[in-house]
């Protein structure tokens, strides 16, 4: 099993909808969990944190479910400019100062 | 603040020549430094992480190695380049502790033919 699952995706929505992302990971005693953005050729950058009481940041909300080893992202009001692939990533190993990321979802926000 | 520079931005190397990426931090000291890689269409693997000057760990066995001459300079090596090294090569660096945000450069892209 991998560490951290991502559906692939690509999820094509239109302008304004919104759309949810899941992510499993496999180590219960993964503490840190963030999402990042990857845009095509670029390097992935934060897009937020996630906190175990679930977080908001303008049309981003992020969930953490422990119990079944879930993250989700929920966007709303979706951009053209959100299209771009969704990184979930967890520290999956306390043993090593890395984090471990998940092959992405791509998003395609269409007009 | 912090920034992080990493080049050559871009580089297309013939099969067996050798390789160096380099990598710097500014803004920040002892930073624990990663170099990562993208394939076409995959996701990151972690190759060499390190805590502090002269300390790497691999996590993937390859043709590939790792130094780290001073605090914030991270360099990627080979001696001899493989087709299957071709990729989107990141370094990134976080503070110190497990599970701290990580930040990206900007990326350098290998071609090897």
């Known amino acids: 099993r991998k560490e951290v699952e991502q559906d692939p995706g690509p999820f094509n929505v239109p302008e304004g909808a919104t759309v949810a992302f899941n992510c499993t990971y496999s180590n219960s005693a993964s503490q840190s969990f963030f999402w990042y953005r990857q845009d095509c050729r670029k390097e992935p950058k934060l897009l937020m944190s996630v906190y175990s009481s679930g977080n908001e940041d303008g049309r981003f909300t992020a969930q953490l479910n422990r119990a079944s080893q879930y993250i989700s992202l929920l966007i709303r009001d979706s951009k053209l400019s959100d299209s771009a692939t969704y990184l979930c990533?967890?520290?999956?190993?306390?043993?090593?100062?890395?984090?471990?990321f998940g092959s992405g979802t791509r998003l395609q926000v269409q007009p | 603040s912090q920034t992080i520079h990493q080049w050559p931005a871009t580089l297309v190397q013939p099969v067996g020549s050798p390789l160096s990426l380099e990598c710097t931090v500014e803004?920040?000291?002892?930073?624990?430094l990663y170099w990562y890689r993208q394939a076409a269409g995959r996701g990151l693997q972690l190759l060499f992480y390190?805590?502090?000057?002269?300390?790497i760990s691999s996590e993937v066995p390859q043709n590939l190695s790792a130094s780290r001459p001073q605090d914030r300079q991270f360099i990627l090596s080979s001696k001899k380049l493989l087709l299957s090294d071709s990729g989107f090569y990141l370094c990134?660096?976080?503070?110190?502790?497990?599970?701290?945000?990580?930040?990206f450069g900007e990326g350098s892209w290998l071609t090897v033919v």
């Open positions: 990533v967890v520290n999956g190993d306390t043993g090593r100062r890395a984090l471990t």
């Open positions: 990134a660096w976080s503070w110190g502790g497990s599970g701290n945000t990580i930040y």
């Open positions: 390190s805590v502090g000057i002269g300390q």
């Open positions: 803004g920040t000291s002892n930073p624990n």
